[in-house]
């Protein structure tokens, strides 16, 4: 199956809830993950992170689904074709 780059954007609205989770599934999919830059952003309460990912679609929809399955936890995908 073919390779594609590309950039997952995460924002988490209750870290405390849910970074063992996160942590956990960033972790279990870390053979896909080319980089990683997160940002509290105090004053509204939440926490941005950015992925850089290169993997098959089925990894990178296996990884988008399990975070986005997590409460308060909003992910968007945009990949190379």
């Known amino acids: ?3 594609r780059i590309g950039v997952i ?3 988490i609205e209750n870290r405390k809830e849910v970074s063992d989770k996160l942590n956990k599934v ?3 999919h870390g053979d896909i993950i080319v980089g990683r830059m997160g940002i509290p952003y105090k004053e509204r309460g939440l926490c941005v992170i950015s ?3 290169d993997g098959t679609t089925d ?3 296996a990884l ?3 975070l ?3 409460p308060g936890v909003k992910v968007k995908s945009a990949l190379t074709k």
């Open 26 to 28: 960033l972790s279990d």
């Open 9 to 11: 954007g995460i924002v």
């Open 51 to 53: 992925l850089i990912v």
């Open 59 to 61: 990894e990178i929809g």
């Open 68 to 70: 986005g399955s997590l």
């Open 1 to 3: 199956m073919e390779r």
């Open 64 to 66: 988008t689904g399990k």
